[in-house]
């Protein structure tokens, strides 16, 4: 999108939000050559920080194609913050309604009329205890199989270290950089043209998260995990283990072991 169709609301926010940034965080951006020049295409960013929306539409904007964002639709309705939200022409997704499926046509049609849509397909800030990329929802997959476009992973480190996942306060000294590594479009060319199961979306999503991944390791110099993390198992263990504790403790009237208690071997 040429930069003189970005808009009042966009420009303005520009004003606003990049002076801060500047001062905050420095910047080691690389890959916007893969941004596409024209038409429209997706983004899917990893997600560690509530500041990393601001650090990762800094460098987007900077490569002249802004992007679309899917946010809570409660946002849209406060005050200047939901003006600006509907300026800059974010997408409101309503969560747990009849209209839920309203931001996944809405981001259909974004993309047809050549914008970019960004999403974050992990849905969350990650709860991996290093902070990598967790097993991915399927709303990019759906797209992006739906529309055929490019999906340009996009990886991001250093504002989890101003503002880490969860945290009430910055850190602000020594001052972060703000490293964001955008990767070649995903190959999805397998996909396309095939009925759009469960199963299918799946593997598309998984396919996302990997590209994501194998940016965020260029960036950190590290190796992930061989399996992402997956809250929904996660969960499912912490029930398990939470059922098998309060079944021992019935058995044993609630009183713990001498093994329990380091009393014995």
């Known amino acids: 999108m040429p930069r003189r169709r970005i808009g009042f609301w966009y420009r303005f926010a520009a004003v606003i939000c990049k002076p801060p940034l500047v001062v905050l965080l420095k910047r080691d951006w690389r890959g916007m050559e893969n941004i596409p020049a024209e038409g429209g295409f997706i983004t899917v960013v990893n997600h560690n920080s509530h500041v990393d929306p601001f650090a990762y ?36 997704v309503y969560r747990e309604s009849t209209d839920a499926l309203s931001a996944f046509r809405a981001a259909i049609d974004a993309v047809e009329r050549g914008e970019c849509v960004a999403f974050y397909p992990e849905g969350t800030l990650t709860r991996d205890p290093d902070g990598w990329p967790m097993t991915g929802k399927t709303g990019a997959a759906r797209v992006a199989l739906q529309t055929k476009c490019p999906v340009i992973p996009v990886a991001q480190w250093g504002a989890n270290e101003l503002l880490p996942p969860y945290a009430k306060k910055p850190s602000l000294l020594p001052r972060k950089t703000s490293r964001v590594l955008a990767g070649p479009p995903v190959d999805l060319d397998r996909f396309y043209d095939q009925e759009m199961t469960p199963e299918l979306l799946k593997e598309a999503t998984e396919a996302i998260m990997a590209a994501i991944t194998a940016q965020l390791e260029r960036i950190r110099g590290e190796r992930a995990p061989e399996t992402p993390y997956d809250p929904r198992r996660e969960r499912i263990e912490q029930r398990r283990r939470t059922h098998t504790q309060r079944r021992r403790e019935r058995t044993r009237g609630g009183r713990p072991t001498a093994r329990e208690e380091g009393l014995g071997t």
Do not use: C, D, E, W
Request: aromatic residues 14%.
């Open 57 to 92: 539409a800094h460098f987007q904007y900077n490569t002249g194609r802004v992007p679309r964002f899917l946010a809570k639709s409660g946002l849209f309705n406060k005050g200047f913050i939901g003006a600006a939200m509907r300026g800059t022409g974010q997408i409101p």
